[in-house]
């Protein structure tokens, strides 16, 4: 017998239950990166325009990150520094988890009234 189906923390997977609306009983895997530990994290990236120096331009990121390190945000960062022209001048990060441990807990029972 295998454990397909079976999650690490000993209940059946949302995937091997079929569960999941609308996915075929499959779980997406923005949700997967949420169990993870993985939050939402958005950055708004202040940058100087190239041919106008004195002129900062505002974009904004966005992307299912770790904190306090953030991997995903510090390698769009070198992908920024070394393919394109507009030097950086300051990143703002605001982080939160959507999934907190509190928040998902497996339901042992269901109780009915009348």
């Known amino acids: 017998m295998t454990d397909h ?4 923390r000993g209940g059946r ?3 091997a239950t ?3 609306a609308g996915t075929g009983g499959r779980v997406s895997p923005d949700f997967r990166r949420q169990l993870e530990g993985y939050g939402l994290t958005t950055a708004q990236i202040l940058y100087r325009m190239p041919d106008h120096p004195g002129i900062l331009q505002t974009f ?4 299912y990150d770790l904190c ?3 991997p995903e945000l510090n390698h769009f960062l070198a992908f920024w520094k070394r393919e394109l022209e507009g030097p950086l001048h300051s990143v703002l990060v605001a982080h939160s988890r959507l999934i907190g441990p509190a928040e998902l807990r497996r339901v042992d029972g269901e109780f009915r009234l009348n």
């Not at 189906?5 to 690490?8: A, C, D, M, T």
């Not at 904004?60 to 992307?63: A, C, E, I």
């Open 5 to 8: 189906g079976v999650s690490s």
């Open 13 to 15: 997977s949302l995937q």
């Open 18 to 20: 079929g569960e999941g």
């Open 60 to 63: 904004l990121w966005q992307h």
């Open 68 to 70: 306090p390190h953030f």
